[in-house]
């Protein structure tokens, strides 16, 4: 696998241009489904909380070029703005937490705010041209509610090539005014993007206060805490771009079918170098066909196929 990713990233395009990966409330390691390419890549970092921003200072030199913004990303021009430092860094926004509407659920003690703050702010699309990258090739937002209208802000050019976009919407009401998950999907689907993957996550719907009265042991607690069936609270979800806009050139087919084959859509990953073939008539689409073909036989020896056998018999006899 990196013998044939190492190619596609040394090829004159993306030396020339390397990948730009965009992470937006980067406050964990470095992103898992980046480690392969970010030492080729330039990333743009921003996290406003930094009680908990550890991979800029441990792992910067796993990418080519990092840029980094301590400060808010916005999708308006301000300088300055108010910033909610919550119980759990994770929960931190600008965005006020929905009390009212968290308390049935057993995590409205992470929203609870412990201080508001006035913090740095840039708008995402400056803080590009500030970096002078004029491009986004993947796109990754968990901004505890403003991951949408952050990408929408983009530049219509640079948005349109954007092939990647990663975001993390709320399906119940954690924040006032937030980008909730429909509305992602529906933005998306119309922008030119394919859903590739969600991850329902979530939490009981149980006050907290009632569970805390009801079971004195800590351990009793922790343990019905995470053995509860859980209620859908948001969504982690990947967009690929669906490669029907014709400005699409030899580096975004190339970059694409990359992006398609780490985020294991070898089908995806097929149709791309299929087309990059007949549209670029290069050998090296020939070799990332027979790639993505191997691995789309290579699925049948991990019995993906076995549900639906199983799944008719046990329709028709139980």
Request: aromatic share 12%; with cysteine; proline share 3%.
């Amino acid at each position: 696998m990196k013998n044939i990713f190492q190619k596609i990233l040394n090829t004159p395009e993306l030396k020339d241009k390397p990948p730009v990966l965009v992470d937006v409330g980067a406050s964990e390691q470095i992103h898992s489904k980046w480690k392969l390419i970010a030492k080729y890549s330039i990333c743009l970092a921003f996290d406003a909380d930094e009680r908990d921003f550890q991979f800029i200072e441990k792992e910067q030199s796993r990418f080519n070029k990092l840029y980094v913004y301590n400060c808010i990303a916005l999708d308006k021009d301000v300088n300055k703005a108010d910033f909610l430092l919550t119980s759990s860094p994770y929960c931190s926004s600008v965005l006020e937490p929905d009390t009212i509407k968290l308390k049935p659920y057993l995590h409205s003690q992470l929203f609870e705010v412990e201080k508001k703050i006035e913090l740095n702010a840039i708008h995402i699309q400056k803080a590009l041209d500030i970096a002078k990258l004029d491009y986004v090739d993947w796109f990754k937002s968990d901004s505890q509610g403003i991951d949408l209208r952050l990408f929408k802000s983009l530049d219509e050019r640079i948005k349109k090539k954007v092939l990647v976009a990663e975001f993390e919407p709320g399906i119940i009401d954690a924040y006032i005014g937030e980008d909730k998950l429909y509305s992602v999907l529906r933005e998306l689907n119309d922008s030119g993007f394919w859903l590739s993957d969600i991850k329902i996550k979530g939490v009981a719907r149980l006050p907290k206060e009632l569970l805390d009265a009801e079971f004195n042991w800590t351990l009793t607690r922790k343990l019905i805490k995470e053995s509860l069936k859980k209620a859908p609270g948001w969504g982690e979800m990947t967009f690929i771009n669906t490669f029907e806009n014709s400005n699409l050139c030899r580096r975004e087919y190339l970059l694409g079918w990359l992006f398609s084959s780490l985020e294991r859509h070898h089908s995806f990953a097929f149709v791309l170098a299929s087309r990059g073939q007949e549209q670029f008539n290069s050998d090296i689409f020939s070799d990332l066909k027979s790639y993505s073909k191997r691995q789309m036989k290579n699925e049948i020896y991990k019995l993906k196929f076995f549900p639906s056998l199983i799944d008719p018999i046990k329709k028709k006899f139980f």
